[in-house]
């Protein structure tokens, strides 16, 4: 009996994807247990093909490939729940490793939490070329999303909601809120975003609670290409354009300008505690997320 379904959706990483999957293949759940369902969106080099063999290698291992030619990420997860049947769906990226423990965690935590609706799990960042010194805890948040509310099972903190990337839900859930807003989250290399927070906040709206399990370690792998200026600054415009698509989808647009303006107040206060490197990035996220928010 399938308990969990795994999700990955998947665009034109082919080589960076097998390491999540060889990190897959190590859970420490029984295989009976869980399947994985890779979504290639509308990939244009070898993913197909090494997912294929990838699931050949491993024949022990639930594991397949479906396609979805609709670009974009909250197309490509919402076709691996349609075509997954486990009870638990975690959904996870292309460009991260998870611990053996990270599918029996979720499984655990929904098995003796019948009040739990979601979940999500501990996030660590990982530089293969180093930390850059420019990045704060604040900076790191729009490029990695790390995450750790300590080492018990407990609600999620106010205001903070599973990373993309490890979160998982009941699929009564999805059946009941319905899945991901086609209209936000990635689509190919456009750094747009936005759809986890969407989903919880309809989630959160109808009063369901969500729990941090500390098991369900993810590696978010951050390559170099992303740790550059133009990267930074390109991500965190989409961010601002995201928040003001969802303020202007809930009807609080008022509340997101005002908000804003505190944070300036806020990272203005940041800067005088931070090295002159990381006050500058503070101010480039600050200045690219309020030219969406205000100038979209």
Sequence with gaps: MIRLSLIIATYNRSRQLLTTLDSVAAQSAPAAEWECVVVDNNSSDDTSQVVRDFAAS???????CVAEPRQGLSYARNCGIAHSSGEYIAIIDDDERIVPDFISAYIDLFDSRPE??????AIIAEYPTGRPRWISRYTERPIANPMNFGDRVREFPRGRIPGGGNMAVRRS???????FDTSLGRCGATLSGGEESELFERLSAGGERCFYTPRAVM????PPRKLTRDYFSALCLNTGRSQRRRAVLHHR???LYIGEIFKWFATLLLCTVHRPSQSR??????????????FS
């Design 173 to 179: 859930i999805i059946e009941r809120y319905g899945a």
């Design 281 to 294: 990035y503070l101010i480039i996220m600050r200045w690219h997320i309020s030219r969406a928010i205000f």
């Design 253 to 255: 647009l008022t509340r």
């Design 116 to 121: 739990a609706a979601s979940a999500g799990g």
């Design 58 to 64: 491993h024949h022990g291992l639930n594991i397949r």
């Design 219 to 222: 590696y978010h792998i951050i």
